[in-house]
């Protein structure tokens, strides 16, 4: 592969933990790239199914490492380590790129250098890779900042859709380990701090729904997401007129995740601590009940 530190470049990263299933799929839509990539790294987290084997069939066409069992974050970051690129793209295991992918977000940051990240449109995907709708998915360009404080869907495709400016991947200290199923937001959220954000509208991601999905676990969600808000409002003082709203809205959030698993104690909580926080969460819970009550009469009465 030509040298390419002195221009710009793209590595790819893919953590992989007991990937078997979509593994193969996942490196060869990366291999299948029309632009060339400087390293794709795979970072295999502690398998213990046939993960291993599968990445062996690619021989020298990707770097396999392999590290004992620390969760996403730390594998992500032990990729990027490996890689000497200008620009990080990071795909899971289970999702796909479309071959365009990497050129025409690499071709956003050519012509706007000044972006921090450049995302995609976003198809979502079932485990038998039908897709579940016609709607590609788009978050939005500019300071979103602000957005994804407020939990805003600005960014899509989790931690495969976006490409990072290495500087910014390097100044924020990459993903943190501390954080699970929020990791992406959280890096997100501590890079659109410092400059704009691109998209690239064509859907160049397909995005896996399934039962495994880290998103699943609401408790894990719960923890990630609160920890990381009030981290980011206590260390910048611009987001103190929307600290409580931004809470709130999280609130809100794991009320009704709680509630469709039909933990309707914490959901319960949830509402309550949401209401503190932003009284007019009162009246979005009534009518959200009200609704309710009024599904449940119409089935029992038809």
């Known amino acids: 592969m030509s040298d390419m530190r002195d221009v710009s470049s793209c590595s790819a990263v893919i953590p992989a933990f007991n990937a078997e299933r979509w593994i193969r799929q996942a490196v060869d839509s990366v291999l299948a790239q029309t632009h060339p990539l400087r390293q794709v790294v795979i970072v295999d987290d502690g398998s213990t199914d046939r993960t291993a084997d599968l990445l062996s069939e690619f021989g020298d066409r990707v770097r396999v490492v392999r590290q004992n069992n620390r969760g996403v974050a730390s594998a992500r970051n032990a990729g990027a380590a490996l890689t000497d690129s200008t620009h990080l793209a990071f795909l899971d295991a289970d999702d796909v790129w479309e071959p365009e992918k990497v050129e025409l977000q690499m071709a956003r940051f050519a012509a706007e250098p000044e972006l921090?990240?450049?995302?995609?449109?976003?198809?979502?995907?079932?485990?038998?890779?039908?897709?579940?709708?016609?709607?590609?998915?788009?978050?939005?360009?500019?300071?979103?900042?602000?957005?994804?404080?407020?939990?805003?869907?600005?960014?899509?495709?989790g931690g495969s859709g976006a490409i990072f400016a290495r500087w910014v991947f390097d100044i924020v200290g990459g993903f943190d380990p501390r954080f699970s199923t929020s990791a992406d937001w959280q890096l997100w959220l501590r890079v659109a701090r410092h400059g704009p954000v691109g998209i690239v509208e064509e859907p160049l991601l397909r995005y896996r729904i399934h039962d495994s999905n880290m998103h699943t676990n609401i408790d894990a969600e719960r923890h990630d997401m609160l920890q990381g808000?009030?981290?980011?409002?206590?260390?910048?003082?611009?987001?103190?007129?929307?600290?409580?709203?931004?809470?709130?809205?999280?609130?809100?959030?794991l009320a009704g995740g709680y509630w469709q698993q039909g933990r309707y104690g914490s959901s319960i909580a949830q509402m309550i601590a949401a209401s503190v926080r932003d009284s007019s969460n009162i009246r979005y819970f009534i009518g959200k009940l009200r609704s309710r009550v009024s599904h449940y009469d119409c089935d029992n009465n038809g």
């Open 116 to 157: 921090v990240m450049v995302q995609c449109g976003v198809v979502e995907i079932d485990a038998a890779d039908r897709e579940l709708s016609e709607l590609v998915l788009k978050g939005r360009s500019g300071d979103i900042y602000r957005d994804l404080v407020m939990q805003e869907p600005v960014v899509c495709g």
């Open 229 to 253: 808000l009030r981290e980011a409002i206590a260390s910048d003082s611009a987001l103190a007129s929307v600290g409580p709203r931004a809470l709130a809205r999280c609130h809100r959030t």
